[in-house]
């Protein structure tokens, strides 16, 4: 991205060698996240300009800065945009899945034609045939891990998964509803079915992603539509005792989804938003209602972000997941494309029925 409102545009780039701690990747796929749309749409969100964008990227090391033992040119990553800084105060209290920041490369990318420096969305910059990351953002893959299928792990899947694993454990035999059925909530329902919830709820406006909902393991779909979607939800997980899930997720981005989760818990549930807020998005609590006020159906509301993931122990995870049949990955890749095609997946994105289109080179 070359200027704000602009179209995402091919340049040539020129990549320096890793410094300290850092290593050099040769990008063999990356997905197109919608975050990347977003910082599109918000004009950099505060980065500056030129911008590379792309944080979902799995590729070969090719070249290691000084300092680094633990890859050598030659192994798989995914690359991580949220490594544990080792300096905040939850790292320093030993709790790296609740991170303040990230490590971060030094700036090692530059527009060719100017020497401008670019940006790196997320500090990854996987739109591009080489990047530079920090080390302990190149995550080690098996040897036998496919990289096009490796990549949904460094955001989406492990966003989806890690909201129910990690940011609020999913018990053995709750019920879930997971709000959104694109690639963030369909990870959601994977993760609850990975978690064994016995009922999961699929909730969408869209019947082609109710489809893919069922494929991916809901074993109910609300089109949110034609119904309201508590009421049904709470029809759907009637027990005697008002119905309602123990966990709601909410992957869509909109506040009034976010209310809906949280109106659709049963009591002591617990409600979860991962969506990406824009500035003055708000959400409109009820304390006092009987039956579904936050105070007297004591329900809790987590955010989620980026699956709370330790990606050094979360991602290798994943790929064991994919490997041994647990984890569908395949069939996340609605389309394979060039790096020339961004704009046009980033159409598809807002119109058509994509779950991730998948940038190869
Ligand atoms: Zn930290
Ligand atoms: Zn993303």
Known sequence: MEEPGQPAVVREVV??????????????????????????????NGMPFPIVLGHE??????????GVSHLKPGDPVVIAYRAPCEQCPACRRGDPRHCYAALRPQPRIHRKSDGATCSQVLRCGTFATHTVVHAKAAVKMPADMP???????????????????????????????????????????????????????????????????????????????????????????????????????????????TEQAIKMLSYGGTATTIGFPAETDAVNLNLGDFSTGVYWNKAALHVCHCGDALPSHDFPLMADLYLNG????????????????????????????????????
Do not use: Y
């Not at 095609?341 to 994105?349: I, L, R």
């Open 15 to 44: 990549v320096e060698s890793p410094g300290p701690n850092e290593v050099l990747i040769r990008v063999v796929a990356s997905g197109v996240c919608h975050t990347d749309l977003t910082v599109k749409n918000l004009n950099g």
């Open 57 to 66: 990227g799995a590729g070969i090391v090719e070249e290691v800065g000084p």
């Open 147 to 257: 990289l096009d299928r490796a990549c949904l792990i460094a955001c989406g899947v492990i966003t989806g998964v890690g909201a129910t694993m990690n940011t609020t454990p999913v018990f053995p035999g709750s019920r879930v509803a997971v709000i959104g059925c694109g690639g963030v909530g369909l990870s959601v329902i994977q993760g609850a079915r990975l978690m064994h919830a016995r009922q999961i709820i699929g909730i969408d406006v869209n019947p082609v992603k109710l489809g893919w909902a069922k494929d991916f393991g809901a074993t109910h779909v609300i089109d949110a539509s034609k119904t309201d979607p508590v009421a049904e939800v709470r029809r759907l997980t009637d027990d005697g005792w008002d119905g309602g899930v123990e966990f709601a997720f909410e992957a869509t981005g909109i506040p009034k989804c």
């Open 326 to 361: 647990q984890l569908e990955l395949d069939r996340m890749i609605t389309q394979r494309i060039q790096l020339g095609d961004v704009e046009a997946a980033f159409h598809e994105m807002e119109t058509g029925n994509v779950i991730r289109s998948v940038i190869e080179f």
